[in-house]
């Protein structure tokens, strides 16, 4: 990953990684860490709104326990989800299988 500098970027980040609990920590955070770069101001709008959700509820729907409900799906989470749904998500950088 490339060094982000860009003030907004590295809260989000930051925000992404220190959820409050280790499995949300490594699946949001990681999603954000592939992404940030390339986020769209818009899409960093959706990604601020997404962590703002409970951290309960974002594990429970990001690891398929319970579906996202109607009113907060968003583009930004829907992709999260999907990409959490893919083998080794959630896993630790450099962790092996």
């Known amino acids: 990953m490339t060094e982000i500098t860009d003030p907004r970027r590295r809260r989000l980040l930051f925000r992404a990684h220190h959820r409050g609990t280790k499995e949300t920590d490594l699946l949001v955070g ?3 860490a592939r992404h940030i770069a ?3 101001a818009s899409e960093l709008d959706e ?3 997404v962590l703002e ?4 509820d974002l594990a429970d ?8 409900p109607d009113e907060v799906m968003t ?12 083998p080794g998500a959630g896993l630790p950088p450099g962790f092996a299988r």
């Open 38 to 40: 390339t986020f769209t």
């Open 53 to 56: 959700l409970l951290d309960v």
């Open 61 to 68: 729907w990001l690891s398929g326990r319970r579906p996202i």
């Open 30 to 32: 990681g999603f954000v």
């Open 47 to 49: 990604l601020e709104a």
């Open 75 to 86: 583009p930004m989470l829907a992709r999260m989800a999907a990409e959490s749904m893919q």
